[in-house]
């Protein structure tokens, strides 16, 4: 099984309406929603929230806000896959089926797991951010973003695969952390994509390999929900 996932950070409506019209991918993707956004409001995909929990903040306030904001969603993933057992209590008592929120970036044979507290966890195969900025953290590996082998083991192996993107990454071709930073303000406040856009190797030039693969092998990306449920059932 293969997931497409967004999560919408510093996308507001006319964005996100500019990256539907942009990026197209084959089948139907989950968008973790930092907002209510018309431009989503009749498509096919799936809608869930993507609430910020910061250190200090009222956890409870914007837990329920986002709720109330998706009222019928069945999933959640918090900005930087904030998570504990508590908030996996909290979800189970209102009415949400899974998290996806931990990480297993490359492996193989991923399956969804069911927590004792009643919440299954849909892992994150592949994070864009997780993937270029890898080497800022950890320097001494070797490791080299947008590799291809991510793409041809989730076409391949069995499993669930979960790729998770975000439209500003996608829009802007983010190849780096710094390059992002300096485009951020920028995107943000309306100025053209094709002012601002990378030129090279970066997320959307993945973005586009990956969906080219998906669509020469005849894949098609399923919501989390309907990969969990063909798991279950």
């Known amino acids: ?78 900005h930087s896959c904030v998570f504990s057992h508590l908030l996996a209590e909290w979800l189970g008592r209102n009415d949400y089926l899974y998290a996806s929120t931990n990480d297993q970036y490359n492996d193989t044979g991923i399956t969804p797991v069911r927590q004792p507290w009643g919440l299954w966890h849909m892992p994150i195969y592949y994070m864009d951010n997780m993937d270029f900025s890898t080497g800022r953290f950890w320097p001494e590996s070797d490791h080299e973003p947008f590799s291809e082998e991510v793409i041809e083991k989730a076409l391949n192996q069995p499993g669930l695969y979960i790729f998770d993107f975000h439209p500003i990454h996608l829009m802007l071709n983010t190849p780096d952390f710094e390059f992002y930073a300096a485009a951020r303000d920028r995107f943000k406040a309306g100025e053209a994509i094709e002012n601002l856009r990378f030129e090279g190797t970066g997320t959307l030039t993945f973005f586009q390999k990956l969906t080219t693969a998906m669509q020469q092998a005849e894949r098609r990306s399923q919501t989390l929900t309907e990969a969990l449920e063909t798991y279950i059932g």
């Open 1 to 78: 099984m293969l997931c497409l996932s967004f999560d919408t950070d510093h996308m507001d409506d006319s964005r996100m309406a500019e990256f539907l019209s942009r990026v197209t991918f084959p089948g139907q993707g989950t968008f973790f929603c930092t907002q209510v956004y018309e431009s989503l409001s009749d498509s096919r995909h799936e809608l869930a929230p993507h609430p910020f929990l910061p250190e200090g903040g009222d956890w409870q306030k914007e837990l329920a806000r986002m709720r109330t904001l998706f009222p019928r969603a069945r999933g959640w993933r918090s």
